[in-house]
T-cell receptor, first 120, second 109 residues
Framework: ETGVTQTPRHLVMGMTNKKSLKCEQH?????MYWYKQSAKKPLELMFV???????ENNSVPSRFSPECPNSSHLFLHLHTLQPEDSALYLC???????????????????FGSGTQLSVL | EDKVVQSPLSLVVHEGDTVTLNCSYE??????LLWYKQEKKAPTFLFML????IEKKSGRLSSILDKKELFSILNITATQTGDSAVYLC?????????FGAGTRLTVKP
């Protein structure tokens, strides 16, 4: 148990559906992340939130919409997805992203177990 | 563009063997290199390396960083079936953490 919980564990959706992935961390961290892991590809960073503010969006299509209501919760809202969006979606948290330190931080990420998403 | 390359992509060994996994990186403003183990879904943290030549060790696992040659290795001695997993290498630099594609290790009884 890493202290980061993701639900649901599995999700099958059609291209016209709207669904949401949920992530909750119990570690007292201030930074949260969404990663996409496709088969045989490196983990791809999607979004970063630091102290509830979005600090990075890695050119993610607008059919993925993140929401971070507080430092412990992170959502990924999905709509009109494509079959190529099928992947494992991992949430992670870290202490913080070194606000005000000029980027000189080292992040040790704690990952959830992921949501295995299949888009039909 | 920053990149992290792991080799081999997959490896099959027998229990008791020693394995070495490789990670090379090209990252702007390098700060650290991390190793994770991914058994089923959630990657779990193994090591963070920031200085060259200093070995980090945890049980049968050890890792070292060479900042001159831009690579790191992860060694596992006396492998067990429970070591079967995907091992991920990630490098931190600038504002980003970049992951390699991973090495899938299979340890047979």
């Amino acid at each position: 148990e890493t202290g980061v919980t993701q639900t649901p564990r599995h999700l099958v959706m059609g291209m016209t559906n709207k669904k949401s992935l949920k992530c909750e961390q119990h570690l007292g961290h201030n930074a949260m992340y969404w990663y996409k892991q496709s088969a045989k590809k490196p983990l791809e960073l999607m979004f970063v939130y630091n102290f509830k503010e979005q600090t990075e969006n890695n050119s993610v299509p607008s059919r993925f919409s993140p929401e971070c209501p507080n430092s412990s919760h992170l959502f990924l809202h999905l709509h009109t997805l494509q079959p190529e969006d099928s992947a494992l979606y991992l949430c992670a948290s870290s202490q913080d992203r070194g606000v005000g330190t000029g980027g000189g931080w080292n992040e040790k990420l704690f990952f959830g177990s992921g949501t295995q998403l299949s888009v039909l | 563009e920053d990149k992290v390359v792991q080799s081999p992509l997959s490896l099959v060994v027998h229990e008791g063997d020693t394995v070495t996994l490789n990670c090379s990186y090209e990252v702007t403003n390098f700060r650290s290199l991390l190793w994770y183990k991914q058994e089923k879904k959630a990657p779990t943290f193994l090591f963070m390396l920031t200085s060259s030549g200093i070995e980090k060790k945890s049980g049968r696992l050890s890792s070292i960083l060479d900042k001159k040659e831009l690579f790191s290795i992860l060694n596992i001695t006396a492998t067990q079936t429970g070591d079967s997993a995907v091992y991920l290498c990630a490098s931190q630099g600038g504002k980003s953490m970049r992951f390699g594609a991973g090495t899938r290790l299979t340890v047979k009884p």
